[in-house]
């Protein structure tokens, strides 16, 4: 079994890494050797690559600096994707593709469904939905895997600044009122991994069978500013000693930034277990475990 895995600098590439070599043989190119960005190059490259499987969690994850690069982000994030699932469909090579939150306006308060009626806020949820949207019309058997707030213990995300910004100020203040599920690299990592019977026509009817949008998040719900404050007390319980003594709650509208984010990013987790049997961990326990790793690494 060949697997090509785009984006394996990237917090999910990074720990899909490892798990997906102990099962095949897995090419991951540098970003300039398969670069989306430059889409038109994609079909030539996959065809002297020759993959059984695609796993791409490359994209362009820039929120606001999206808002000044939409073509940049369109292209990487919906020309690019349409690209591969165009070579992939005829030659019934299954995509593994990674989606977002962010294709939601974050209305209401009840979790979205694969289903629910898309409105994304921001050029980057466009981007991304553009993309989904490109593979199901592009008929290649496809995995889309819809995620949230994504971290780890390593690369740039929530978790490291709150460290970094713990370690230096007295006084955070933290956004309370968008609410999901934070979600680590190796939850997810590890929940696709699950779904894939390596293997010629077992991978073909798995896709077939269970294919298209599914959620993957952790368990459970909090705030940002829920879950600074975990990551605060997690590291104080560690032993880690920081500058840090409130964490103040604040509204969307206090910490402004170019784009516009989901208020409600919480994503139901019915289908992921009715057609995988996958139940992941809840968010609090996923947040333990990644805070051992990074205590570990200081």
């Not at 785009?6 to 990074?14: D, F, I, W, Y």
């Not at 806020?121 to 553009?130: D, E, F, H, R, T």
């Not at 919480?266 to 995988?276: I, V």
């Amino acid at each position: 079994m060949r697997v090509l895995l785009t984006g394996s600098a990237g917090q999910v590439g990074r720990a899909l890494l490892p798990l997906l070599r102990e099962r095949a043989d897995v090419i991951s190119p540098l970003r300039d050797q398969f670069d989306l960005s430059r889409p038109d190059e994609l079909a030539g490259k996959l065809e002297s690559i020759k993959p059984d499987l695609i796993v791409n969690p490359a994209a362009y994850t820039a929120v606001d600096r999206a808002e000044d690069e939409r073509e940049l982000a369109f292209r990487i994030n919906a020309e690019a994707p349409r690209a591969i699932a165009q070579w992939a469909a005829p030659r019934g090579v299954p995509l593994i593709h990674f989606s977002t939150d962010y294709v939601f306006d974050g209305s209401g308060d009840r979790p979205w469904r694969e289903d629910s009626t898309p409105g994304p806020l921001s050029v980057y949820g466009q981007s991304k939905l553009a993309g989904d949207l490109a593979i199901a019309e592009a008929g290649a058997l496809h995995v889309i895997a819809r995620t949230s707030w994504v971290y780890a213990a390593s690369g740039a995300n929530f978790l490291k600044t709150i460290v970094r910004l713990a370690g230096e100020r007295e006084q955070l203040r933290i956004v309370a009122d968008q609410i999901g599920a934070p979600t680590t690299a190796s939850t997810i990592s590890q929940a696709i991994v699950a779904m894939l019977p390596l293997g010629g026509d077992g991978l073909r009817k798995t896709f077939e069978q269970r294919g298209g949008v599914v959620n993957l998040v952790c368990a459970g719900e909090t705030s940002w500013h829920g879950f600074a404050t975990a990551i605060v007390v997690g590291l104080q319980s560690r032993g880690v000693k920081l500058a840090v003594k409130e964490i103040v709650p604040i509204r969307s509208d206090e910490f402004p930034v170019k784009a516009k984010r989901p208020s409600n990013s919480r994503l139901d987790l019915t289908l992921l277990r009715e057609r995988f049997g996958i139940a992941p961990p809840d968010w609090q326990q996923a947040l333990d475990r990644e805070l051992d790793i990074f205590q570990a690494t200081i």
